[in-house]
């Protein structure tokens, strides 16, 4: 009897061992996929219940052996019984062992599989000639630059204030690096059929000559317009470098734009925005209600 418990604790524990290295293998195959940290924890767990169950089958063999020592005796037909179970738990694991053994081979198979549709996928890939060339990108403007669109329609006509850039220069009349610092300035230009173009030119925003004096940089404009007492308003908003966002207003999209308010309308000193590293690129937006929001 206990040679019997004791073939078949060795059996339990090989196929636990088969399970634990399979469940190993799945994870060492998934692990790309972000799953082996639950797997290990599943193994942890698998270890854990197979320590409880050799606690228990110990405590099993003992009662068992305790059995034996009473005088406890088995008859030719348990004998019998026992070789049966015996040879088929034998079979079992063999089976199982074959199984796990195409898994793995249907595994790698896939895997082999997998690379090389991949790879094929790549191989048919055939780059397309462009419509344009690198020198044909259909600009709406040549004459200057113009950068940080944003588009407003008023009136069937659609009006794009952009980014006054500008070259700098060093001591010697030289292009150096920009720095953006001696952006004053907002480009218009607008269009009624989305191919030919009007350039309205520059609005000086900020700096000494700028309707925002306070202001030193004017970049990443955004408009709105709104109807008041009957007649439409437009509302020109920028960022002052990164510290700020002003607002300038006018009777006409292209101008000429005032600062009503004589200072900036987000500023670092207004709630929720000391905390904020840029203050820039605003963006606007007026709700059918009326309610109008802006973004930076």
Same mark, same amino acid.
């Given at each position: 009897m206990?040679?019997?418990?004791?073939?078949?604790?060795?059996? +339990?524990?090989?196929?636990?061992?088969?399970?634990?290295?399979?469940?190993?293998? $799945?994870?060492?195959?998934?692990?790309?996929?972000?799953?082996?940290?639950?797997l +290990?924890?599943?193994?942890?767990?698998? +270890?854990?219940?197979?320590?409880?169950?050799?606690?228990?089958?110990?405590?099993?063999?003992?009662?068992?052996?305790?059995?034996?020592?009473?005088?406890?005796?088995?008859?030719?037909?348990?004998?019998?019984?026992?070789?049966?179970e015996?040879s088929?738990?034998?079979?079992?694991?063999?089976?199982?062992?074959?199984?796990?053994?195409?898994?793995e081979?249907?595994?790698?198979?896939?895997?082999a599989?997998?690379?090389?549709?991949?790879?094929?996928?790549?191989?048919?890939?055939t780059?397309?000639?462009?419509?344009?060339?690198?020198?044909?990108?259909?600009?709406?403007?040549?004459?200057?630059?113009?950068?940080?669109?944003?588009?407003?329609?008023?009136?069937?006509?659609?009006?794009?204030?952009?980014?006054?850039?500008?070259?700098e220069?060093?001591?010697?009349?030289?292009?150096?690096?920009?720095?953006?610092? %001696?952006?004053?300035?907002?480009?218009?230009?607008?269009?009624?059929?989305?191919?030919?173009?009007?350039? $309205?030119?520059?609005?000086?925003?900020?700096?000494?000559?700028?309707?925002?004096?306070?202001a030193?940089?004017?970049?990443?404009?955004?408009?709105?317009? %709104?109807?008041i007492?009957?007649?439409?308003?437009?509302?020109l908003?920028?960022?002052d470098?990164?510290?700020?966002?002003?607002?300038v207003?006018?009777?006409?999209?292209?101008?000429?734009?005032?600062?009503?308010?004589? $200072?900036?309308?987000?500023?670092?000193?207004?709630?929720? +925005?000391?905390?904020?590293e840029?203050?820039?690129?605003?963006?606007?937006?007026?709700?059918?209600?009326g309610?109008?929001?802006?973004y930076?």
């Open positions: 206990r040679q019997g418990w004791k073939k078949r604790e060795k059996i +339990c524990r090989k196929e636990r061992g088969n399970v634990i290295r399979d469940m190993f293998r $799945h994870a060492v195959r998934e692990v790309s996929r972000g799953t082996f940290v639950f +290990c924890g599943l193994m942890l767990c698998a +270890c854990a219940g197979s320590k409880t169950k050799d606690t228990m089958q110990d405590q099993s063999i003992g009662e068992t052996t305790k059995g034996d020592e009473t005088g406890t005796k088995r008859s030719d037909g348990s004998d019998s019984a026992e070789k049966n015996e088929a738990a034998d079979e079992s694991m063999q089976t199982d062992s074959t199984e796990t053994a195409g898994q081979n249907e595994g790698a198979g896939s895997t599989s997998g690379e090389e549709r991949l790879k094929e996928m790549f191989e048919k890939i780059y397309a000639k462009g419509y344009k060339g690198i020198d044909d990108t259909n600009p709406v403007m040549t004459q200057t630059y113009g950068a940080d669109p944003y588009a407003m329609e008023y009136d069937g006509r659609l009006y794009l204030y952009m980014t006054g850039d500008v070259y220069y060093d001591t010697d009349g030289n292009i150096k690096e920009n720095g953006y610092g %001696k952006i004053t300035t907002i480009r218009v230009i607008s269009t009624d059929d989305m191919v030919n173009f009007t350039d $309205h030119g520059s609005i000086q925003v900020a700096g000494k000559d700028g309707a925002a004096r306070w030193n940089n004017s970049w990443a404009p955004a408009a709105a317009w %709104k109807e007492d009957g007649k439409p308003k437009f509302f908003y920028f960022a470098n990164g510290g700020g966002i002003g607002v207003t006018s009777d006409s999209p292209v101008g000429p734009f005032v600062d009503e308010l004589g $200072h900036g309308l987000i500023r670092r000193d207004m709630e929720n +925005c000391g905390n904020v840029w203050l820039f690129d605003p963006a606007v937006l007026v709700d059918d209600d309610k109008a929001y802006i930076f």
